[in-house]
Structures are given as C-alpha cells and as structure tokens.
C-alpha cells in the first residue's frame, strides 16, 4: 500500500463523510465507538503523514511543534506535547476516542460539509443525524475505501481509511472487508494493529456472572 501523501482533505473528515454516506444514522449512533476508534487512527496517521509525529512500534515521538492546520489534529498534537512521556499508539488511541466523533462532527458542521438532519424511527421515534451536504463528493469517496486494492490503482487515502474501518469492526458495514488491507506500511500497521486490539478490548460484551 502506498502513503498517502501530506496533501488533501484530513483522512478523519473524509472518513466520516464516508461512513456518513453509507451507513444508517441509527447504526452510527450504535456503533459509535468502533467509529470513534476509527476516527482517532485517522487524526494520528494525519499527525504522521504530516510530519508532525513518528509512529513507533512501541512510541509515537513528536518531530514537530508548530500547531498543526487542522483543528482535531492539532488539539491531539498538543496533548502529546504536554504529556510526561512519549507514549505508544494504543495509548494515545484510547485517549482520543471518546471525543473523537463529536468533535470531527463539529468540525464538518461549522464547514458545511455535514448538514443536520431530523427524522423519525418507526414514524415514533425523533432521531437526529448527519448527512453530507454534498452527497456525490461522500458517495464518491464511499466508492473509493470500498474498492478492491487488487483491481490496481487504488486511491492510497482511501485505502488507508479502509484498514482503518476494518481495524475498528466496521469493515463489513462499510463493505470493505472484515479484514485490515495489507500490505501496509510501517506507521499505518501499527497504528492499525493498535487500534483493532484496542476496539478488541474496549468493545467487547460486558457478560455478567449470575
């Protein structure tokens, strides 16, 4: 898998549009956890791909101070900055989930790239989502992270989101597999690697014993 490269839309804003574009909203809404672990990876591969961190195996280290463009990412990047010691990818991935969602929500609503929507369940339930307010671009980009890297040429961004989706359980939702895309390289392994073993442990069932 090739690097995507610095240039481009952050991957955390097109891989909400995505998933905004093909799921339901009350399956988002469900699943919002596995996205927000999704969206974490991606905000830290945009530290990364950016020069602003190094992922390691074992540490992401800060390489560069300056503030960095994007919003979400920046607001990562200066807890990092902050933090007593350099700590590993799954660390910071779990650090980040939880306001993950909302704040890259946010992020697109101020932007006009997300519109809020009113609608109701079984014709009883008011239920409050998001749709892209230009649903071509999102269905196009949809298209991209589902397609198959073996048909040649695919687009690296979306491929990265792909793994990313797979990585948190919501590859077969999106239709691009239940498994991360590989090849891939060094920082987006282990930043996907790290994200499914966290997803793994944040996610699973809570079973209570009689």
Known sequence: MRRPSAG??????????????????????????????????????????????EVRPDEVLVRDYSAAADPVADALLERMVL????????????????????AVRAQLLEAGRLTRVRSSRFGLFPVVGHLPSEPREAARLAALVRADPRAGGPDPAAQVLATLLAAARLGPAMGCGAAP??????????????????????CVPLVFGG
């Open 8 to 53: 481009g839309p952050p991957l955390h804003e097109s891989l909400l549009l995505a998933v905004t574009a093909t799921l339901d909203q009350v399956v988002v809404r469900r699943r919002h956890r596995e996205l927000g672990y999704a969206l974490a990876g991606a905000v830290l591969l945009d530290l990364e791909r950016t020069g602003r961190v």
């Open 83 to 102: 933090a007593e010691r350099a700590l590993g990818a799954r660390a910071w991935l779990e650090r980040a989930a939880d306001g993950a969602l909302s």
């Open 181 to 202: 895309r590989t090849p891939c390289a060094p920082p987006v392994a282990v930043v996907a690697g790290d994200l499914s073993r966290a997803v793994a442990s944040a």
